[in-house]
């Protein structure tokens, strides 16, 4: 399988603070980066998706101004809360899509925020 | 907008009981994966299936796409506690192959042992 790096792993900040989460596909290139968001014990909710060198598309109720993402290479994606508040805390979980390999995607290690 | 139904959600049984854990929709899927999570990881996975009415093992477990590729099912046999975890499945839009996945709700499975 791919190899997909998160850093950090976790992080706890306090709240009105920003937060950049790295995702980084170590063994292909990504011309699309998805970014997920999960609660405990649900499934994954997807909340933008990029492609290298273009603006995010975010899915209805993610706020874009919040949210940023940045996908400047093939190989590497952020993730920046903005103006953290405990609401935000959750598991943060990026998938690269290897181009040519549309109908398989891999995942990160994902990135716990706690926002107190 | 293509959903799709996981069942059960939660599910806890002993060791050596089998399992079926389902994924249905309305939709048609171009390929549905099967995925499984531990608490604080991503989620790894388990198998893709792309033809309808495909099965595929994985030593204890058996996957079956439908022949419609609507649904598909994850068979446990002999159930291990190392085999607890989330299990999600997720399909791809046949309009958009790949580009985008849809995931089912996730079934929490605890084998005791």
């Known amino acids: 399988g791919a190899v997909v790096s998160q850093h950090p792993s976790w992080v706890i900040c306090k709240s009105g603070t920003s937060v950049k989460i790295e995702c980084r596909s170590l063994?292909?290139?990504?011309?699309?980066m998805f970014w997920y968001r999960q609660f405990p014990k649900q499934s994954l909710m997807l909340m933008a998706t990029?492609?290298?060198?273009?603006?995010?598309?975010?899915e209805q109720g993610v706020e874009k101004d919040k949210f940023l993402i940045n996908h400047a290479s093939l190989t590497l994606s952020t993730l920046t809360v903005t103006s953290a508040h405990p609401e935000d805390s959750s598991f943060y979980i990026c998938?690269?899509?290897?181009?040519?390999?549309?109908?398989?995607?891999?995942f990160g290690p994902g990135t716990r925020l706690t926002v107190l | 907008t293509q959903l799709l139904e996981q069942s059960p959600q939660f599910l806890s049984i002993q060791e050596g009981e089998n399992l079926t854990v389902y994924c249905n929709s309305s939709?048609?899927?171009?390929?549905l994966q099967w995925y499984r999570q531990e608490p604080g990881e991503g989620p790894v996975l388990l198998v893709t299936v792309v033809t309808g009415g495909e099965v595929k093992k994985l030593k204890r477990l058996t996957f079956q796409f439908g022949d419609a590729r609507k649904d598909s099912s994850l068979h446990i046999t002999a159930a291990q506690p190392g085999d607890t975890g989330l299990y999600l499945c997720a399909g791809a839009g046949e309009e958009t192959s790949g580009s985008r996945l849809t995931f089912g709700e996730g079934t929490q499975l605890t084998v005791n042992p």
């Open positions: 990029s492609n290298e060198g273009s603006k995010a598309t975010y």
């Open positions: 063994d292909f290139q990504a011309t699309t």
């Open positions: 939709s048609v899927f171009s390929s």
């Open positions: 998938s690269p899509q290897h181009m040519g390999y549309t109908d398989t995607q891999y």
